[in-house]
């Protein structure tokens, strides 16, 4: 397995390895700026790396392993979470446009998904307990046997939760936002 700890930026002094990064190991890297295409990432280990200002749209990631990984500001749109391999999970994204991919029955548990846009988004079968969805747009997300437990709803928006298909135990909703948890039964908030 080849090993890296670099920054990587648009221009940046490190030349990124050729593709494809299949069982690369990379560790307290950095990457700024840049376009990954169709990049194949199958088995690739991240730890503690920061994607800042990245486009990963059609990545490849069966296997991948991210753990203290950080997306800023990056479009990840239409990926398949799913595939990423649920050992060692630890993911933060931060603004970032993440619309239509696919989480199904993906281990959550503590992960950020702060301000970000995750319309469209199937979330089916996850453990997403104590999840922070903090400021995202949650927009025709699917949530089915989703175990949302612990998480934080309180200033996201556009999201509809059925209580009675998912775990809601100790969820945080705010007082204010409530139409997207009773709308299903049939219960109105003026």
Do not use: Y
């Amino acid at each position: 397995m080849e090993w890296f700890n670099l920054r990587f930026l648009t221009d940046g002094p490190d030349p990124l390895p050729n593709g494809p990064w299949t069982n690369h190991h990379f560790e307290s890297c950095h990457f700024e700026g840049l376009t990954f295409g169709e990049m194949d990432w199958r088995n690739t280990r991240f730890e503690n790396c920061t994607f800042d200002h990245c486009n990963l749209v059609g990545v490849r990631w069966t296997g991948a392993r991210l753990h203290g990984v950080t997306l800023k500001e990056c479009t990840v749109d239409k990926l398949r979470w799913c595939t990423l391999s649920p050992q060692f999970l630890n993911l933060s994204l931060h603004q970032c446009q993440a619309t239509g991919g696919d989480w199904s029955d993906l281990d959550l548990k503590g992960c950020k998904l702060i301000d970000s846009n995750l319309s469209a988004c199937d979330f089916s079968g996850a453990d997403a307990r104590n999840v922070d969805w903090s400021g995202s747009k949650l927009n025709e997300v699917i949530f089915h046997r989703s175990d949302l437990r612990e998480g934080d709803f309180r200033t996201a928006t556009g999201w509809n939760i059925d209580p009675q298909e998912n775990r809601v135990r100790d969820t945080r909703f705010a007082s204010n936002n409530l139409e997207g948890l009773v709308g299903r039964m049939g219960i109105r908030l003026d």
